[in-house]
């Protein structure tokens, strides 16, 4: 699922806080996997805010500073039934396109829709995975660094069918569908688990024009009497655990056209193993929208479902990874993290993820000198440490030519001058302008 993100630092050298498979479930399902925060992202372009979050309790007045015996007369009540039924009237031909800023990457998603077809594709520093509704079968494409696509089509049963269906769930719903979600709404405001927080103003964003609005949502407030009207309305409706995340604050700038939100920032709590909580924030915001038919076309199926499978299960590992190293606390420990975990997935796209180019540098040699197989097609990816790079490569393989790569003068003539000199085991340790040389035989911490 889609990762969401911390709204504060964590302490120094502090330690990811430890979470409840429940939580990480809720939390990370899409976020970390690309997927949690995508389905997140698709419900509320769509159906402006109807989830089942939690928020603080409803006492006082609202930031409106206006008393009102009907809810739903308040003017951000007004325009979030009213733009929610605009969204049934988008055209039959669309493109559309968000960021999603996440712990481990940012995340580009784009929907798109021609007649029948359709088609998600979530695209992150480390895969793009892509879905692809037609002709009565999906089919799923995964394409991790810079492998080929490969591409199966999904049956119920797979793994990848959670992922695709909540996808799907982010495409504009027939005009029934959208109705039923206007009436659920309707009743929540009624009920008085909405607080509008502040007034309505206008916005703008990817040259569309939309009405801002931030509001909480308290499910407490709702007796299992409401519960049951609820639940007439849509069978699937349930309360969420308030135990697991808790104050959840939304904002959404609702597009002035169609209706769906081309900005949303989300913030909640979410429980830690320890019993505390950790604050979270998510958002998403609109980059393109276009009103044409976008050319989907249905790619062959030429791989196993159960190899693609493969494939996105480990795509989705590296994701969590990022995301474990993203939170360790400080710059250091995070790109050591990433360093560490480009060696054990060799894969040399956790490098580029680290801080600055020369932690990215410092990451492809160690990937470029570990274990008995060096690589010097690595080398080519580590920035201003290329150099640096092929004369470590020199020394391992005991090959001079590979100090014809090294375009640092003094490195070089170093390099040609040592390389084939040095015995078996001894290490020589050399630093010029600030390249620190591990020569062959030297120890690979």
Request: charged residues 20%.
């Amino acid at each position: 699922m889609v990762a969401a993100k911390n709204a504060q630092k964590p302490e120094k050298n502090a330690q990811p806080p430890e979470q409840p498979a429940e939580q990480k479930k809720q939390a990370w399902m899409l976020v970390t996997l690309a997927v949690a925060a995508i389905l997140i992202a698709a419900l509320l372009l769509w159906q402006g805010g109807a989830l089942p979050f939690v928020k603080t309790p409803n006492t006082g007045p609202s930031a409106n500073n206006t008393t009102t015996a009907d809810p739903l007369a308040d003017p951000s009540a007004k325009i979030l039934l009213q733009y929610m039924g605009k969204q049934s009237g988008l055209p039959n031909a669309f493109a559309i396109q968000f960021i999603q800023p996440t712990d481990e990457f940012d995340t580009s998603v784009r929907l798109e829709q021609n007649g029948a077809l359709r088609q998600a594709i979530v695209t992150t520093s480390l895969y793009t995975s892509r879905y692809i509704w037609g002709a009565n079968k999906t089919i799923g494409c995964e394409k991790s660094g810079e492998n080929a696509e490969m591409c199966a089509v999904i049956n119920s049963t797979s793994a990848l069918n959670k992922e695709a269906s909540q996808l799907l769930a982010g495409f504009p719903q027939d005009a029934a569908a959208g109705q039923k979600q206007v009436d659920i709404n309707k009743r929540l405001i009624e009920y008085g688990a909405f607080r509008f927080t502040t007034a309505p103003k206008a916005g703008r964003y990817a040259n569309r024009s939309c009405q801002d609005i931030t509001y909480a949502l308290d499910y407490s407030q709702i007796s299992p009497g409401e519960l049951q009207n609820l639940q007439q309305i849509e069978p699937a409706f349930t309360m969420p655990n308030q135990q697991i995340v808790r104050n959840f604050r939304l904002e959404q700038c609702m597009d002035d056209e169609f209706g769906f939100a081309i900005y949303s920032h989300l913030s909640y709590d979410a429980l830690t193993r320890n019993g505390s909580y950790v604050p979270i924030v998510w958002e998403h915001t609109m980059t393109a929208f276009e009103k044409a038919a976008p050319n989907i076309t249905i790619p062959a199926a030429q791989a196993a479902l159960g190899d693609v499978e493969t494939v996105v299960s480990r795509d989705r590992s590296m994701g969590a990874r990022v995301t474990d190293c993203r939170r360790l606390g400080t710059t250091n420990n995070s790109d050591t993290c990433l360093r560490q975990s480009a060696i054990e997935f060799q894969n040399a796209l956790f490098c580029q993820l680290t801080s600055s180019d020369m932690a990215m540098g410092d990451c492809v040699i160690k990937m470029a000198t570990q274990g008995g197989q060096p690589r010097p097609d690595l080398c080519s990816q580590a920035g201003p440490k290329k150099s640096e790079c092929y004369a470590n490569i020199a020394y391992i393989k005991n090959d001079a030519s590979y100090c014809g790569l090294v375009t640092d003068p003094q490195l070089k003539e170093l390099c040609i001058k040592e390389v084939g000199k040095t015995g078996n085991g001894l290490a020589i340790n050399t630093t010029i302008n600030n390249a620190s040389v591990v020569v062959r035989g030297a120890s690979q911490k």
